[in-house]
C-alpha cells in the first residue's frame, strides 16, 4: 500500500522569501502524486500533480514541484511567498487505481 | 469554485441521532467520492461511487453508508452519531472509475458538529 509522509507539519516564512514544503512518499507501483492546498473554511484545490511525465511540474500561484524517484520525494517550492499563500496543503499519493492517500498536512504562515 | 457543490455547509446535532450529507458532482463527472477531515485522523477516503455504483470502500463505519442517484448527486448517510463523528466532510468528483493520475475536484465541506 502507498503512503506519504510530510516532514513538516508547520513552516514559518517571511513575505518574499522561498517556501519549501517537503513531501516524501511510498509506493510498490508507479505513483501519481499530487499537492493539494486548503484555505482557511475552503474546499482542496489542485495546485499541481506528476503523472511520470516530466519530473519538474509547474502548477498554479507559481509553485512547483520535482519528482525524484531516487529520493522517493516530491517537494513543494515556491520562489517567493505571498501572503495569501497562508493555507494547509496536502501531498497526496496514489496507485494504479486511483486510491489517494493523503499526508497529514503542513501549514504555511506567511509573515509580513 | 470547483464546481461541486455540498449541502449543508454546517450542521449541528446530538449524538445518537442520523444525518444526511448531499454533494453534487460537476457538470460531466460521473464518480463522486467521499473523505472525513479530522483533527485526529487527517483527511480519510471513505467511499467511492461511479455512474450510481459503489466502486471502492475506505475507512467507513458500518454506521455510515452512501449512495449515489441517476441524477449523479450522492449523499451520505451517518446514524447513530457519536461525538468523535464531529469532522469536515468532503465530497470530490472525477470524470472516470478511477484512472490513474485522474485529478479529483473537491467541494467546500460539510462542517459536523455533534454534542
Known amino acids: 500500500a502507498q503512503s506519504v509522509t510530510q516532514l513538516d507539519s508547520h513552516v514559518s516564512v517571511s513575505e518574499g522569501t522561498p517556501v519549501l514544503l517537503r513531501c516524501n512518499y511510498s509506493?510498490?507501483?508507479?505513483?501519481?502524486l499530487f499537492w493539494y492546498v486548503q484555505h482557511p473554511n475552503k474546499g482542496l484545490q489542485l495546485l499541481l500533480k506528476?503523472?511520470?511525465?516530466?519530473?519538474l511540474v509547474k502548477g498554479i500561484n507559481g509553485f512547483e514541484a520535482e519528482f525524484k524517484k531516487s529520493e522517493t520525494s516530491f517537494h513543494l517550492t515556491k520562489p517567493s511567498a505571498h501572503m495569501s499563500d497562508a493555507a494547509e496543503y496536502f501531498c497526496?499519493?496514489?496507485?494504479?487505481?486511483?486510491?489517494?492517500?493523503f499526508g497529514a498536512g503542513t501549514r504555511l504562515t506567511v509573515k509580513p | 469554485d470547483s464546481g461541486v457543490t455540498q449541502t449543508p455547509k454546517h450542521l449541528i446535532t446530538a449524538t445518537g441521532q442520523r444525518v444526511t450529507l448531499r454533494c453534487s458532482p460537476r457538470?460531466?463527472?460521473?464518480?463522486v467520492y467521499w473523505y472525513q477531515q479530522s483533527l485526529d485522523q487527517g483527511l480519510q477516503f471513505l467511499i467511492q461511487?461511479?455512474?450510481?455504483?459503489?466502486?471502492a470502500k475506505g475507512n467507513i463505519l458500518e454506521r455510515f453508508s452512501a449512495q449515489q442517484f441517476p441524477d449523479l448527486h450522492s449523499e451520505l448517510n451517518l446514524s447513530s452519531l457519536e461525538l468523535g463523528d464531529s469532522a469536515l466532510y468532503f465530497c470530490?468528483?472525477?470524470?472516470?472509475?478511477?484512472?490513474?493520475?485522474?485529478?479529483?475536484?473537491f467541494g467546500p465541506g460539510t462542517r459536523l458538529l455533534v454534542l
Open positions: 506528476y503523472t511520470s511525465a516530466a519530473t
Open positions: 497526496v499519493v496514489s496507485d494504479r487505481n486511483n486510491d489517494m492517500r
Open positions: 461511487y461511479y455512474n450510481g455504483e459503489e466502486r
Open positions: 509506493s510498490s507501483y508507479s505513483p501519481s
Open positions: 457538470s460531466g463527472d460521473l464518480s
Open positions: 470530490a468528483s472525477s470524470t472516470s472509475p478511477g484512472e490513474r493520475g485522474e485529478t479529483q475536484y
